[in-house]
């Protein structure tokens, strides 16, 4: 499945979206209403194609991207057991997982630990489970920003 197709879906079936591009990398908030201070977001899904924010998944390869999101931390567990504990003095978080992987749901190599999940490239079946994860997310999103209203 191309980037392209997993940018336009996420942007054309959600609502309330700022969409911020960043060179290749793409990041997903939910704010409505253009209310909230931009140094106090936090994206519910991004897409990256750098490894400016971890080595762990190895993004420098030709055509690799990732596909993360922030879920609610009972589908993180049921997914994946409980959540590590943070450790920012490290790169990455080591969970088992080969973050390298292609095509394979998998927690978030850094932000694991905050109830993220990510896959790399995607197939189109794979994309498919992803949506109803995409759509939770961006839910996710939307009851923190009511609530901070």
């Known amino acids: 499945m191309e980037r392209t197709d997993i940018v336009r879906w996420i942007s054309e079936t959600l609502d309330g979206l700022d969409v911020t591009v960043s060179g290749d990398d793409v990041y997903w908030f939910y704010d409505p209403d253009g209310s909230t201070d931009p140094a106090r977001r936090m994206p519910f899904a991004t897409l990256m194609t750098t490894d400016g924010q971890d ?30 504990k943070a450790d920012w003095s490290k790169p990455f978080l080591d969970t088992g997982h080969d973050y390298t992987a292609l095509d394979t749901l998998m927690p978030h190599p850094v932000y694991c630990a905050m109830g993220w999940i990510c896959v790399l490239n995607p197939s189109e079946a794979t994309f498919e489970r992803m949506k109803p994860l995409v759509k939770e997310a961006h839910a996710h999103a939307a009851g923190r920003h009511s609530g901070r209203a």
């Open 55 to 84: 080595p762990a998944s190895n993004l420098s390869r030709p055509g690799v991207f990732r596909l993360n999101l922030g879920v609610n931390p009972t589908t993180y567990e049921a997914l994946f057991g409980p959540r590590p």
